[in-house]
């Protein structure tokens, strides 16, 4: 194929239709889901005054590295903080990384894999949520790929471009997010055996710990933060405990973390059975199709079963895998770690790379086009659920927007909002539109625990205020009203509406109460 004279290649072609789904997949429906907590931080800390203050933010507000954040900065600083534009730029880097793993998948293997690994990536139902939120892990899986690519470069030849842009990428990796020290711990695995066993590469052992003390001492200024905060958040365990880590993390790599359904179920298994299948490779010997004696016709095939020669990438793909799942799993058995399914979503992309190695181990053209077309009818199955809340999960994001919505539409001049937890007026103040309101943030954690320290601060609060509104988060209990008429306005208020909004996360369900002095 030509265009403008020059000579375009059929894989070229296909890749642009890939991303070009890539792309739509991520901007439609990118305004419509409510801005929820994490985004709402994003947007806070984005829009600090100066790039000191975003570090500085971070550092004592986060538990992650600053750099989402400072590319954010200036993001908003040119697009605004509208929610299609805050999460643009995550639509931006998991768009990029569909042309990054396609490049990947052609160094490790060939063309094909390359594209068949774009085209799984441009469908994954878990890579679109993420790219269509105002948080760093789009980025990550950006980096994450590029950091994996030049270190590939650099084990078939160590040249000064490939590890400076190794340590480049994986410096920035880093700084995105701490789950990137498990990218390189995969490689100094997967290093370190090819050294045992491969006498070849002996020689680069030296040029790799140079570049492992320049990772070393790139992130030193940030250790002694990654530390304070890895202990000072809450302790998160891997969503089973048991030895089917692996196969769990499978499965939340196929789906949207949200739920089930019967199409994620079917996609993360055969996902299963295409990656054990990237092992072998295989030739029809004799037979042919006899649709008059099919049983005859099936007896008479034989075929040649072979383990596959790209043992070396195969087992670099594994390593990469089993560090984001298994590795991650025993290290938080041990010690204390901030987990969450979406924080090993870099794990997910070696995965792909190995359903696309099992997809074209399929030497038979149709029986291949026809595994390819259960990918993508499976893989599409899956997002409706996504793009159309309540049609499999229910709501997929808090709806913020309608709580806070209605508070603006409802409120009176002079009303007090009273925000329980008070971290949460980062997304009420990111939504609220009215200035003849007062908001007052409740410090008091749980209200139905310690009515009296409730009352002490809600006390000085509503006082001169006829009308108090209470906007609180996380699946307020059914003591909790009580507790705050005890509290404070037991004698002089009364609850006239309490209405809740649920998601998918019961920790984000919504209540508002309207509490109105009594006569």
């Not at 139902?125 to 899986?141: D, G, P, T």
Request: glycine share 4%; aromatic share 16%; net charge positive.
């Amino acid at each position: 194929m030509k265009v403008a004279g020059r000579t375009i290649s059929k894989y070229s072609v296909v890749l642009l239709v890939i991303i070009l789904v890539g792309v739509i997949l991520r901007v439609y429906n990118l305004g419509t889901a409510s801005i929820w907590y994490d985004e709402a931080s994003s947007v806070w800390i984005a829009k600090m005054s100066s790039l000191s203050q975003v570090v500085q933010t971070t550092r004592s507000f986060e538990l992650s590295p600053p750099l989402y954040f400072i590319f954010l900065h200036y993001w908003v600083a040119l697009f605004g903080t509208s929610a299609v534009a805050v999460r643009s730029l995550s639509v931006l880097f998991g768009v990029l990384a569909i042309p990054v793993i396609y490049v990947l998948g052609r160094r490790l293997f060939n063309e094909e894999v390359g594209l068949l690994a774009a085209l799984i990536l441009a469908l994954s139902s878990f890579n679109i949520w993420y790219s269509q939120e105002a948080r760093m892990y789009s980025l990550m899986v950006l980096l994450a790929l590029l950091s994996m690519y030049f270190f590939l470069r650099f084990v078939r030849r160590s040249t000064l471009a490939s590890s400076a842009g190794y340590v480049l990428c994986t410096t920035l990796l880093l700084y995105t997010h701490y789950y990137g020290v498990f990218i390189v711990l995969a490689q100094n695995v997967y290093l370190l055996t090819l050294l045992f066993f491969s006498r070849e590469h002996a020689f680069r052992l030296k040029h790799w710990i140079t570049l492992q003390v320049l990772l070393v001492a790139f992130f030193a200024p940030w250790i002694s933060v990654l530390i304070s905060q890895q202990y000072s958040g809450a302790h998160y365990l891997p969503p089973n405990t048991s030895i089917d880590i692996l196969v769990v993390m499978l499965y939340t790599f196929c789906s949207m973390t949200i739920g089930s359904s019967a199409g994620t179920t079917m996609l993360a298994w055969f996902f299963l059975a295409l990656s054990v299948l990237s092992l072998f490779t295989y030739r029809k010997v004799r037979g042919s199709i006899d649709w008059k004696a099919p049983v005859k016709a099936l007896k008479s095939y034989a075929w040649e079963v072979r383990f596959t020669k790209d043992y070396n990438a195969l087992y670099f793909l594994v390593v990469w895998l089993l560090a984001l799942t298994v590795i991650l799993f025993a290290i938080s058995a041990f010690f204390k770690l901030n987990y969450t399914t979406r924080y090993a979503i870099v794990g997910s992309i070696a995965l792909y790379l190995l359903v696309a190695k099992g997809i074209s181990n399929v030497n038979d053209r149709p029986t291949k086009l026809a595994v390819v077309g259960v990918v993508i009818v499976l893989s599409m199955a899956i997002l409706p659920g996504y793009y159309f809340p309540g049609y499999y999960f229910g709501i997929t994001r808090p709806p913020t927007r309608e709580v806070v919505g209605f508070i603006d539409a409802n409120a009176q001049s002079n009303d007090v909002i009273l925000i329980w937890p008070s971290v949460q007026n980062i997304t009420f103040n990111y939504y609220n539109n009215r200035t003849d309101v007062t908001v007052k943030e409740i410090h008091t954690y749980w209200l139905d625990n310690n009515p009296e320290s409730f009352a002490e601060e809600v006390g000085p609060a509503v006082t001169g205020h006829d009308r108090v509104w209470l906007y609180c988060v996380d699946g307020i209990k059914t003591e909790a009203p009580a507790s705050f008429v005890l509290g404070g306005l037991n004698e002089s208020y009364v609850n006239i509406y309490m209405k809740s909004y649920f998601s998918y996360d019961p920790l984000q369900t919504y209540t508002i109460y309207l509490y109105e002095k009594r006569t």
